[in-house]
């Protein structure tokens, strides 16, 4: 975890130069990994934060947990932790997005896939989502704290 934030303050945050992409997907496919593995053991987390990465997208917020795209279709393919982490990253980019609630099914915008071996959210947003990054991932922390 600290080689990926290292690298990517290193780079310039989210507004890394091209050339340093392959090398941050790379770290944070690592850490995503190295999350995933803390998330199967009954205590984790404290020497090493759990990452999740938030970034912002085209008219939308975006991101990556620790956890294998297969809970898009299996609810068996999470322990109850990864399930926490997840419902805790999707209330925060939904907190942060400004949508109004949803009236009816084809209202409901989230669109869950997957990058490398892990779990991919979007959800789009009302304002510029550059500046509802760092928004999205202090919602997260307040709603991950209690995982």
Do not use: C
């Amino acid at each position: 975890m600290r080689t990926f934030a290292a690298a990517l303050e290193d780079a310039g945050g989210i507004g890394a130069p091209r050339e340093r992409v392959a090398q941050l997907r790379d770290l944070l496919d690592d850490a995503l990994t190295a999350g995933a593995a803390e998330l199967e053991k009954s205590r984790s987390g404290y020497e090493d934060p759990v990452v999740v990465a938030i970034a912002p997208g085209d008219a939308a917020l975006v991101a990556a947990a620790p956890v294998a795209p297969e809970l898009r279709a299996d609810p068996g393919a999470a322990v109850e932790r990864a399930w926490l982490l997840v419902a805790a990253l999707v209330g925060a980019l939904a907190e942060t997005a400004g949508l109004p609630a949803p009236a009816a099914t084809k209202d409901l915008t989230l669109v869950v896939g997957a990058v490398g071996g892990h779990l991919a959210l979007r959800l789009p947003v009302l304002e510029d989502p550059a500046e509802l990054v760092e928004l999205a991932a202090l919602a997260f922390d307040e709603q991950a704290a209690r995982i």
